[in-house]
Nanobody, 124 residues
């Protein structure tokens, strides 16, 4: 059984940094794409960014571009989301997800595996 397990969420102040991790259990995604999404209270889940494991190509939503960075380990087991210069509007539950295919997509419906989410709260 494939599991994605996020960790690293918490409460921080505006301007702080935080790093989230997503561990893949049960399989590796070294030939796939993995991504991060977030959902704030009362809002729809939105795309944050994604990484194509082979080659390390990344793509980010405009709202986080230049502040967030996705990376991964070479073994294909763990993906990271480094979040810098956090803003109160970044407050949300952050989810990691994985696609069964290699190309990057930004809609949640095109991801096949999901983690349980980790809360990130940024105070002003």
């Amino acid at each position: 059984q494939v599991q994605l397990v996020e960790s690293g969420g918490g409460l921080v102040q505006a301007g702080d940094s935080l790093r989230l991790s997503c561990a893949a259990i049960g399989r590796t995604f070294s030939k796939n794409t993995m991504g991060w999404f977030r959902q704030a209270p009362g809002k729809e889940r939105e795309f944050v960014g994604a990484i194509r494991w082979s080659g390390g190509n990344t793509y980010y939503a405009d709202s986080v571009k230049g502040r967030f960075m996705i990376s991964r380990d070479n073994a294909g087991n763990t993906m990271y989301l480094q979040m810098n210069s956090l803003k109160p509007e970044d407050t949300a539950v952050y989810y990691c997800a994985a696609r069964s295919r290699l190309d990057i997509r930004i809609t949640q419906w095109e991801y096949d595996y999901w983690g349980q989410g980790t809360q990130v709260t940024v105070s002003s």
